[in-house]
């Protein structure tokens, strides 16, 4: 049988945990810091490379990706040497997909060009409105023009851009959805990012929803209305979902994130960044320490970010392969693990439409896409 | 010993915060029983739940002793009967112990309905009345009118009526005073063979059963061997005292008294209220009259939340058995809520005492489900069921008629309240007997049938009347009508702890409220669900949980993963709290709500 992390690709994950404002529905590993020593920055990054690299001799490396944080606020010469480290530890496929993410203000643009010339191949822009005063609300320091003239920057500088909407905002109706989603197609872009707002413990949405003062979050039904609205107008646009909230032409899907759907291996660098590596037949977790001066110190002190490690068992390898794979439009292969015993419930959920069992193939079907919780909920 | 002349018996009739407690703290301090430093309020409820609720629920006594103005000195014998419904048996049989009433009356609330009817059984027992007029310390204070309306409505001399502010002590004196001239002193011969009536009892850890005795004729000693005449056990007698109201030994309780017994006895059960107590050699011939057996008369189930408690509940329920004899309870399997027990209780109040020492003192949480009553279910073949589980209802097709217990209820209530009492009792399938006015309050006497009034009535009531209305009632006989199982189907399946039996007529209504009421209470499904009342195969209400429409993270990426696996292991554990009926998952909470008396 052929391991998952064969079959999923490999990639190096990069968190850079900074920020210039914290976003109040933001619930990520993210800090905002007026002095930052980018010089010892770099040399804790390639440290952790070099380190994570030497468990994992022998793989092709897929996919490079900075999330954060804003890892463009990185100085675009860090980025670089990432790049450089890595091609050093790991062979790269031909087609590597580099990504960065990053915030569509004008000052992050004009670093574009450094980046691409670092390496980076992709860009991915938190967009998340078209509407000024939502971006307002939403505690985006960008504004709609902005944003319009950096994904045109970043569609000429990079190979591949793509872009991040919220949506299911304060006082959004289904009309305003759906005209601002048909704008943002009509930009034409390869590949969108249309994640419904969530409410999460310990942000600032999360303390004013406590109080009761976060007002005009739509109903369930509004929900679900609007998730049913983003399918039609980005399937109509060539754009069909690939995976829960990524929608992309075929070929232009995030092979980055594919890897963490189709459980292959990644190794993550940076405060907070996780990883899932296979070493001797064991499939391993790992964390790194969250702060990032706890994280610098240790990475300085000890020669490791790491603060976790520990071995996934089969059962949890099995939950993980279901809760992550069937986020993807093209299911999982069941032959992977012996999933004889949740035949019974899978099933209960065919009979309801839910999912869909053809061969060794289970799919989620587009009416069980937005129960996707509810359906882990009897499988896992 | 004392002599005949020098003791009084008394108990003191009261509605519920009218002050009795209040009051009896008063007698017990002025006369120096308790010394003023171990006084704590409501010294003679001593059961948390009773001091909590001001209720009653075992007779309690204190031995008086009072140097009155005579200059005499009297041992006053005060029995503090609990005044709930619930508990009318045994009312009865503390009043029978005793010689006369102090009837109190808040000055300024008026007579209410528990008055009535605990005056009334005093009135029956010969009782002496003196009326006190309490709480006279209020400005809202009202003595002229109050009496008045003991006199129209009670029928009884109030001219005399003592002025009491039990809160301040004025009138206590005059109390004492009263209860020494103007209630008749017991009778009773000493040479007779021992006649002794069990007034109530109770476990105690250290002593084993405590037997609460007046004694009528002869004497009681220390060794003595004693008969109990219902059942003709021999006990030999340990111990013998009083209560002032700790217990004090003595050596000889003589007639007219009123004292403790303890003869290692191992359950209250064996013991019943208003048994007579004899010698074992030449002992009375007859016994008193008026003994009964206790009979239960309201029944529900009761089910651990965590079934894992289910060996703790019995061993609770044991416990609580040994000193309780009227309840009763056999063990019970419900698809819905696994292992339990059907009990059988005096009354609602009993029910919810019962459960509530069982939640507080064991540390179980409890689903009840819906109260029932005991139907007589006639079948073609001739034979009889007494139905006290809706679940147990037989096939209809072999059912002749079904019979339920009637109550006849008094109700008082201030006359603005009047039309929404008549209504109220109208919907319940009730028929008015009696319906007069004292002043500007209202009685009303209706022939009702107790499955109604078991369900929320009394909540209803209160609600109706802001909490003006005071409730009474007593068992009358059964009766025929048309009563039928309702049935509750979730996705189709029945649910069988939430079934009941209900009137033709008001099935529609009962079947209704529950299905709306279910509706908010499951939580959506992945598929729609049609919840249902029915009759036999005939649905009588249906409303439709509608399928959930969106549930799924929006992000999950690398660092994602742990986290959500994480959360599904917790949502797993979750489920184990719900109720599977087939493909729906039910909480706890939801059954506990639907069968929640009081919404």
């Known amino acids: 049988m052929t391991e998952n992390w064969q079959r999923g690709g490999f990639g190096l994950y990069v968190h850079w945990p900074f920020c210039e404002a914290k976003c109040p529905y933001c619930d990520f590993n993210s800090y905002v810091s007026q002095s930052i020593d980018h010089d010892r920055w770099k040399a804790a990054y390639l ?55 990053a915030n569509p203000s004008s000052v992050e643009a004009e670093r574009f060009k450094g980046f691409q010339a670092g390496g980076v191949n992709r860009v991915s822009l938190g967009v998340q409105a078209l509407n000024d005063t939502d971006l ?114 075929t070929g232009e899907e995030s092979r980055h994130n594919q890897i963490y759907w189709r459980s292959g291996d990644y190794v993550g660098i940076g405060p907070g960044a996780h990883g899932r590596v296979t070493l001797n037949q064991m499939r391993l977790s790992t964390e790194s320490f969250l702060a990032p001066g706890e994280w610098l110190k240790s990475v300085e002190d000890l020669n490791s970010g790491e603060s976790e490690r520990d071995p996934l068992d089969l059962g949890d390898q099995k939950d993980e392969f279901l809760l992550m794979g069937l986020r993807m439009s093209e299911g999982v292969d069941l032959s992977v693990f012996d999933f004889s015993d949740k035949y019974n419930e899978i099933n209960n959920l065919s009979e309801l439409g839910l999912v869909d069992k053809k061969d060794d193939t289970l799919r989620v079907t587009p009416q069980g896409r937005p129960l996707l919780n509810s359906i882990l909920a009897r499988l896992v | ?246 217990m004090e030994n003595i050596d000889v309780l003589g007639p007219g008294e009123i004292g403790f017994i303890t003869a290692s006895i191992k359950q209250v059960r064996d013991t019943r209220v208003g048994d007579t107590i004899t010698s074992e050699k030449k002992g009375a011939e007859e016994a008193l009259d008026g003994f009964k057996p206790s009979q239960p008369v ?105 019979e339920e217990p009637r109550i006849k209820a008094t109700i008082l209530v201030p006359d603005d309240y009047l039309g929404d009492v008549l209504k109220l009792c109208q919907e319940r399938r009730g028929v008015q007997l009696d319906l007069t006015y004292a002043g500007s309050r209202a009685m009303t006497v209706y022939d009702l049938p107790l499955n109604e009034v078991v369900f929320d009535f009394y909540d209803r009531l209160k609600s109706v009347t802001k909490g003006y209305a005071s409730f009474d009632y007593q068992l009358t006989g059964y009766q025929t009508d048309n009563l039928v199982k309702m049935s509750v189907l979730v996705n189709e399946e029945p649910v069988d702890a939430l079934s009941m039996m209900v009137h033709r007529d008001r099935a529609e209504m009962r079947g209704r409220a529950m299905v709306e009421k279910l509706k908010d209470l499951i939580p959506r499904h992945m598929f729609k669900i049609p919840i249902q009342a029915a009759i036999g195969g005939k649905v009588i209400a249906r409303e439709t949980l509608s399928a959930l429409r969106k549930d799924v993270t929006a992000k999950c990426y690398g660092g994602d993963a742990t986290r959500k696996r994480k959360l599904l292991d917790k949502q797993k554990a979750g489920k184990k709290k719900m109720r599977q009926f087939g493909k729906v998952d039910i909480p706890q909470e939801a059954f506990i709500s639907a069968l929640k008396m009081d919404s």
């Open chain 1, 47 to 101: 440290s952790e490379l070099n380190r994570v690299g030497s468990e994992t001799p022998d793989r092709v490396l897929t996919s490079i990706f900075f999330g954060g944080g804003t890892p463009s606020l990185m100085e675009p010469s860090v980025v670089e040497e990432i790049i450089k480290t890595a091609g050093k530890l790991w062979p790269f496929t031909n087609d590597i997909e580099i990504t960065i993410e």
């Open chain 2, 298 to 402: 309201v029944f529900c189930g009761l089910f651990p939340v965590d079934s894992a408690q289910f060996e703790d509940l019995r061993d609770a329920i044991d416990k609580l058995a040994l000193n309780d004899a009227s309840f009763s309870f056999e063990m019970e399997t419900s698809a819905a809520l696994g292992f339990g027990f059907r009990c059988g209780f005096l009354g609602l109040l009993h029910l919810e005492v019962i459960r509530d020492r069982i939640e507080r003192e064991y540390d179980i949480e409890l689903i009840t489900t819906a109260p029932s009553v005991i139907y007589h279910v006639y079948m073609r073949d001739g034979t009889k069921i007494d139905l006290h589980n809706p679940a147990d209802m037989p096939d209809v097709t072999h059912v002749d008629h079904i």
């Open chain 2, 1 to 246: 010993m004392t002599d005949l002349s020098h003791i009084r018996n008394f108990s003191i009739v009261a509605h519920i915060d009218h002050g009795k407690s209040t009051l009896a703290d008063r007698l017990i301090q002025d006369t120096n029983t308790v010394a003023d430093r171990d006084m704590k309020a409501q010294l003679l409820d001593s059961m948390d739940i009773e001091r909590e609720r001001g209720i009653t629920i075992k007779a309690n006594t204190v031995r008086i002793e009072y140097k009155a103005d005579d200059g005499e000195d009297y041992v006053l014998n005060l029995i503090d009967t609990p005044g709930h419904v619930d508990f009318a048996y045994e009312v009865s049989r503390s009043m029978r112990a005793v010689e006369g009433s102090l009837l109190v009356v808040d000055s300024t609330q008026g007579v209410e309905a528990q008055t009535l009817a605990n005056v009334y059984q005093a009135i029956d027992a010969d009782h002496e009345i003196v009326p006190v007029l309490n709480k006279i310390d209020l400005p809202a204070s009202e003595c002229d009118r109050v009496a008045e309306q003991i006199e129209d409505v009670i029928g009884i001399d109030a001219t005399d009526a003592i002025q009491v502010s039990a809160k301040t002590g004025v009138g206590i004196h005059e109390t004492l005073e009263a209860i020494v001239t103007k209630l008749p002193a017991p009778e009773g011969n000493r040479d007779a063979p021992l006649k002794a009536m069990l007034v109530d009892s109770w476990y105690d850890p250290y002593l084993g059963v405590v037997v609460l005795v007046r004694v009528i004729d002869g004497e009681m000693r220390v060794k003595d061997r004693v008969k109990f005449m219902s059942n003709g056990t021999i006990h030999q007698i340990d111990r013998l005292g009083v209560f002032r109201p700790d």
């Open chain 1, 136 to 249: 307002k609300a939403l505690g985006r320091l960008h504004s709609v023009k902005e944003a319009r003239e950096a994904i045109e920057i970043a569609q000429n500088t990079f190979e591949r851009a793509s872009f991040d909407l919220i949506y299911a905002r304060q006082n959004q109706t289904l009309s305003q959805w759906e005209s601002e989603l048909s704008e943002a197609v009509a930009i034409g872009t390869d590949h969108l990012s249309l994640y419904q707002l969530t409410i999460e413990q310990g942000t600032a949405f999360g303390d004013r929803h406590k109080r009761g003062m976060l007002r005009g979050l739509p109903s369930e039904d509004l929900g679900a209305d609007m998730y049913f609205a983003t399918q039609d107008i980005c399937e109509a646009a060539g754009l069909p979902a690939y995976e829960t909230s990524n929608h992309a032409r």
